[in-house]
């Protein structure tokens, strides 16, 4: 009986701000689980390799737990990439002995083997494990340095925090997007209003007192009456925005949203937790003053870019935990 067929799931991303780690020179494996998993730095990408699952969809199905191990990464040690985890397409070859002969020569390399198939580097690819795929990229320049036993721990923490395999919520996706936009912003006040802008994403949109959202309600049909009998154009467009400004105001402010955030989510004892909501609300104010009128105080910026990260990797790390777990 012939033996039975092996799959091998990769996962390839391309890191940015020429973030690098150390220690990956022997390629180093390491277990998620029960899952092996190697890593590798090719040509500026990071690359995740699980190796051994039972069938082709089966290695497809451990994707996002690798995806989420990378997000953890992110959060956890600061190394940036490009998010794009589409399956590739394999081309795969009709004789591989001679696609291997081509290939050397095409690129004056020495002759290394059969090849099997060909695909794109980033993204995600499933294959056979007995099969020999070559990935074709752009070259990258890294030159800062994380160690190998941190990525390691960081990937390992978020791998199995993936076992769910749910998609993550639009909110999370979108929060993780622009904490990954942040690490390549090159100055402190951008880095520190994009994380502002994490929390405020990932803050929950709830109502004011329901007295005062029934007062909104018949101040809105008011407007809603003069809309319906309204002709002139620039008329009709004051009021509806005077429409849209009201049916905002039924929500509480996005301070006291930041804020409960912090309190429902962050993992902290309560008298760090009750600080630490204290400090994201000034650094929320500081927020203010910094759009509306440019400058603030260095010190006083980077006390309140301090406190937006460790505030925003506690809830990054904390909804992909809890999000996974539901």
Not at 77 to 91: A, C, L, W
Not at 101 to 125: C, I, K, M, W
Request: aromatic share 6%; charged share 25%; net charge negative.
């Amino acid at each position: 009986m012939l033996p039975a067929e092996r799959w091998t799931l990769r996962l390839s991303v391309l890191l940015l701000q020429e973030k690098s780690i150390s220690g990956l020179e022997s390629e180093p494996t390491f277990k998620a689980g029960t899952v092996e998993i190697t890593v590798k730095l090719k040509a500026g990408h990071l690359v995740l390799e699980a190796r051994d699952f039972d069938s082709e969809a089966a290695a497809l199905a451990y994707a996002p737990q690798l995806t989420v191990g990378l997000w953890n990464l992110a959060v956890d040690r600061g190394i940036s990439f490009v998010p794009y985890f589409e399956q590739r397409h394999i081309t795969r070859a009709a004789d591989p002995e001679q696609a291997g002969r081509n290939l050397s020569q095409q690129f004056d390399l020495p002759y290394s083997g059969p090849v099997h198939g060909l695909t794109e580097e980033a993204g995600v690819s499933v294959y056979r494990s007995d099969e020999h795929i070559r990935f074709l990229s752009m070259s990258g320049t890294m030159h800062t340095l994380s160690p190998w036993p941190l990525v390691e721990k960081a990937l390992g923490e978020g791998i199995q925090l993936g076992a769910a395999s749910v998609p993550l919520d639009s909110d999370l996706a979108t929060a993780l997007d622009l904490y990954l936009a942040h690490l390549s912003e090159t100055s402190i006040r951008a880095r520190f209003l994009t994380l502002m802008m994490v929390l405020e994403v990932l803050s929950p949109v709830t109502e004011k007192h329901p007295v005062a959202v029934a007062l909104l309600n018949e101040l809105a049909a008011t407007v809603q009456t003069r809309l319906d009998d309204m002709s002139d154009e620039d008329t009709r467009d004051a009021l509806q925005a005077l429409a849209r400004e009201i049916d905002f105001r039924k929500e509480t402010s996005i301070r006291r949203r930041v804020r409960k955030l912090i309190l429902d989510v962050a993992p902290l004892p309560v008298p760090e937790l009750q600080e630490l909501a204290r400090d994201v609300v000034r650094a929320y104010d500081l927020r203010g003053s910094l759009i509306h009128t440019g400058t603030v105080d260095g010190l006083a910026l980077g006390n309140a870019y301090a406190v937006a990260l460790k505030a925003t990797k506690l809830i990054l790390k904390a909804r992909l935990r809890n999000d996974r777990s539901d």
